[in-house]
């Protein structure tokens, strides 16, 4: 289905492939299914050109379609898809298999391949549908989840004064204590303006949390303000 431009579908089943598992006997893919405690699984096509996996809360895979055709390959075949990424010469595959009947899952799919096309190319392989995706022997633990907890507690005790209204525009000195949490602020509604909405903020915040350098991104940048205040 479609909410605007961002279009959503649930999943039965989501792998990835993990090499040289099958060598050593085990499953060669990582199998997560929806169920009451890990949530639904669920594709999602933000309007920015993102594409996320996520289970409940956890966000299990995505990336940009933009420029897709440059690292990316999708294959159809009946209701599932079959992805495979190639970035800096190292590849890897994903797959996902939609969920209610099979007419059902057949339209899903049909239709999540229509909005991957406004991307990139998808081709179609004919013949018997693939082998029903096996989840592993054993459980998949979920991931660990991180909150930010500590950090906005020293937040909230630097912010709890009634934050000073601010009229017309501000110095970059100013605006960098405010976003450190130093000197609160009312912004101007000039400021307050974003970019992204409200629907399509969460979806990429969990992308840039899914990236390994993210965390390592965002202390430089903290670095970065407090060096300002020091100029």
């Known amino acids: 289905m479609a909410?605007?431009?961002?279009?959503?579908?649930t999943l039965k089943r989501f792998g990835r492939f993990l090499p040289g598992t099958k060598e050593d006997g085990g499953n060669p893919w990582k199998m997560f299914e929806p169920s009451e405690s890990a949530g639904e699984l669920v594709l999602t096509i933000?309007?920015?050109?993102?594409?996320?996996?996520?289970?409940?809360h956890d966000l299990l895979d995505g990336f940009s379609l933009l420029d897709a055709p440059s690292f990316l390959k999708v294959q159809q075949k009946s209701d599932t898809l079959l992805f495979r990424l190639t970035v800096k010469g190292e590849s890897r595959l994903i797959r996902m298999q939609f969920s209610g009947s099979r007419a059902e899952a057949l339209e899903q799919c049909s239709s999540a391949v229509l909005r991957l096309k406004e991307y990139l190319p998808v081709t179609t392989q004919g013949g018997p549908p693939p082998p029903p995706l096996s989840c592993p022997p054993t459980p998949n633990q979920p991931p660990t989840k991180t909150t930010a907890q500590d950090q906005q507690a020293g937040v909230g005790e630097a912010m709890a004064t009634e934050p000073e209204v601010v009229q017309g525009s501000l110095s970059i000195k100013r605006l960098t204590q405010h976003f450190l949490g130093e000197h609160g602020l009312s912004l101007p509604l000039a400021y307050r303006?974003?970019?992204?909405?409200?629907?399509?903020?969460?979806?990429?915040?969990?992308?840039?949390l899914l990236d390994p350098s993210f965390p390592a991104l965002v202390e430089?940048?903290?670095g970065e303000l407090r060096r300002v205040l020091q100029d």
């Open 46 to 56: 933000v309007e920015s050109g993102h594409m996320l996996v996520s289970q409940g």
């Open 193 to 208: 303006h974003g970019a992204l909405s409200r629907g399509e903020l969460e979806p990429f915040v969990r992308l840039c």
């Open 220 to 222: 430089k940048v903290e």
């Open 3 to 9: 909410t605007g431009h961002t279009s959503i579908w």
